[in-house]
């Protein structure tokens, strides 16, 4: 039991995992270099021999040596990535959301939340089971791109004793189906590095679209609400995108690696009013107005 005060075999028989191809793979392609890292292994003389035909003795020792031992690493390595890919898709999941949720320092007073790409509902759930804790009123809303998945989000909600606070909706992060204003805590975990995916991971189309998606987070932020969002490699963007659009209160955690990259939590505050001053022109919550 961690700190959590839950099991991750438990954790993982409600959410399971979304996607089971990449660490298959992994642990595939693992079992294979042991397997071949052992064939070098009790074969050396023989590979030695017959390397000798085409090198020198020393050099047909050295090729055979460094072979068996790159091969050796990277079974290690891919070992390693699947391990951790598998707990970062569940158990690390699940702590994250734990302390995603401490940022908000009141839930008793949250009324709408918010989670941007609820996949199968970690977070989303997590957000829930806190606001039945506080006995709050509130409700929290789950969006994701695929209906399919929404409608599995729902029986998780379900298993977690938690449906009554929850709802999911399919949308785009880019163009969020709420008013402005609305929502007291906006979440995401692990999801807003994925929008715009289609125009390439580093281009500069992707980036622009990921700021869309954080605009939007901002705009149906009621004044005074908070924001929360766990994500992978682009974290700087979002921490300079959130001081131009004048968040307050923005927090990033220490570095954790998930899914075999740099990950942190950046949690930030929307102003409770924006002050114009002299020269100053008066912010627009909508990032397409202030692009």
Known sequence: MGKTGRDWTQIYAIYGMDDWQTPVFLLLHAILFSFLSLLLLLYFTPICASLSLLLPPSAARFAAGFTGSVTALSAVCLFFAAA???YSAVSLHWEMSQ????AVADWSAVRHALDVGCGRGILLNAVALQLKKEGS???VVGLDRKKKT???TLRTAGIEGV????????????RLPFTDNYFDVVVSAVFLHTVGKEFGGKTAAAAAERMKG???????????GVGVVWDLVHVPEYVQRLR???MEEIRVSERVTAFMASSHIVSFRKPSQHLVGHGEVRLDWRFNSIC
């Open 99 to 102: 302390r995603m949720i401490t």
């Open 214 to 224: 954080l605009g939007e987070v901002v705009r149906v932020l009621k004044p005074g």
């Open 163 to 174: 449906q009554e606070y929850v709802t999911c909706r399919e949308g785009d992060a880019r």
């Open 84 to 86: 951790n890919i598998f």
């Open 137 to 139: 009123s509130g409700r």
């Open 150 to 152: 929404t409608v599995s």
């Open 244 to 246: 131009e659009l004048k």
